[in-house]
């Protein structure tokens, strides 16, 4: 499929890809939208509710990278020891990654040298920096065997008109079923009927504010 560079609103590059009509990231913008969704909404709000330093984060769809870079510098920020999966079907190819110029507009410019290596990082092999450890799995998460459970689980699948079986109850009872009790699920996706798969499974579900350019998002926790 052919990807286009775009810049979205707030100065951060993504990809368009026309045959989906699907960008990687919010138009309204890249780096503003993954740190509102997956780092405040969903690392911050678990360090705000567990007394630890510990957590093992997932994340369906390691795209362009952002979500693991904001994850290493959270980590490194709030002095926790990470541990962080990400599963990838299409990866991007090293050349589509470095014409993007993503760490112009990255923050925290002395950790840029993790964004280089996680993606220099051979498929299925660990990156270990700090207390920040990186596992990129090339599977399609819908066949995946993982024994491993996790605190955090971003979900970052292409839009549901894009993607649609990754927001079926097949694949959410997956991420469910990946959680530790008490783990949070969390998306920009907001939409009815993901809405309803959630709370038919089990999760309790929040409604929470959107990134700029979207009224909701959406916030998952397994019970304990």
Known sequence: MQKKIIITGDGSPSLYISELNETYHSKHGAVTESDYVYIKGGLGHWLGQNNQKKLKVFEMGMGTGLNVYLS??????????????????????????????????????????????LHQLEWNQMLSQSDFSFIKIKEDFLNMALVQSFDVLFYDAFGYHAQSEMWQEKALQKCYDLLNPGGIWVSYCAKGAVRRSLEKIGFVLERLDGPPGKREMLRAVKEV
């Open 72 to 117: 290493y510098v959270f980590s490194i920020n709030h002095r926790i020891s990470c541990e962080y999966f990400s599963i990838e079907k299409y990866p991007l190819q090293l050349k589509e990654i470095r014409s993007l110029n993503m760490k112009v507009s990255l923050p925290s410019g002395e950790h840029h040298h993790f964004f280089d290596q």
